[in-house]
């Protein structure tokens, strides 16, 4: 299985919801990523988890919460998001050394 | 942060013409990387090639790298309409999982 899946495929927000992006993986790799990438734009960083554990925080805001719940799973939880949070929301996985392998995508709209 | 930068920003040709996209980088890296997104979706992995290589194929695709220059090419040869794509670099500093993209060239493949 060389796929990375993440639901919602879309998601629209008002700026006092809560809600979360998920994203699974079965390669068996061990740093999974959070990006976030505006149009015609490349993909910004926001966070990383290498085995499980959080490793690099791009100094995103505290309105996103990252989780890694085990190693095949990474959450990103949103609250009080602000209309310039919209944004296709990108997740990755990866073995050390190796490539990104993407979802294909949250795109998120907040109102 | 942008790691890397990559010329030309768009680039149009015909089917059957050959395209080449540049990236120059500006730190130390572990190993380059080359992604293809169509419009609005994940991107796809293409080709990774590590500091201590200078060239690399796959397919009709030719990825050079000149550590001494930090640059990187990527030569899409007999391009195809279905080549249309962004196409981004991304780089892994040494020791770390922290991929940071180019800012992207477009191709378009005229038919």
């Known amino acids: 299985d060389t796929e990375v899946t993440q639901t919602p495929k879309h998601l629209v927000m008002g700026m006092t919801n809560k809600k979360s992006l998920k994203c699974e993986q079965h390669m068996g790799h061990r740093a999974m990523y959070w990006y976030k990438q505006k149009a015609k734009k490349p993909p910004e960083l926001m966070f990383v988890y290498s085995y499980e554990k959080l490793s690099i925080n791009e100094s995103v805001p505290s309105r996103f919460s990252p989780e890694c719940p085990n190693s095949s799973l990474l959450n990103l939880h949103l609250h009080a998001l602000q209309p310039e949070d919209s944004a296709l929301y990108l997740c990755?996985?990866?073995?050390?050394?190796?490539?990104?392998?993407f979802g294909p995508g949250t795109r998120l709209l907040v109102l | 942060s942008q790691q890397g930068e990559e010329d030309p920003q768009a680039l149009s040709i015909q089917e059957g013409e050959n395209a080449t996209m540049n990236c120059s980088y500006k730190?130390?890296?572990?190993?380059l990387q080359w992604y293809r997104q169509n419009s609005g979706r994940g991107l796809v992995h293409l080709i990774l090639i590590r500091s201590n290589e200078r060239e690399k194929h796959s397919g009709r695709l030719r990825v050079t790298l000149d550590t001494s220059k930090k640059s990187s090419s990527l030569l899409i040869t007999a391009s195809r309409a279905a080549d249309t794509a962004s196409y981004f670099c991304a780089t892994d500093r040494t020791g770390g999982f922290k991929t940071i993209f180019g800012a992207g060239t477009r191709l378009f493949v005229k038919a």
């Open positions: 730190t130390s890296i572990n190993n």
């Open positions: 990755a996985s990866s073995q050390v050394d190796g490539p990104n392998y």
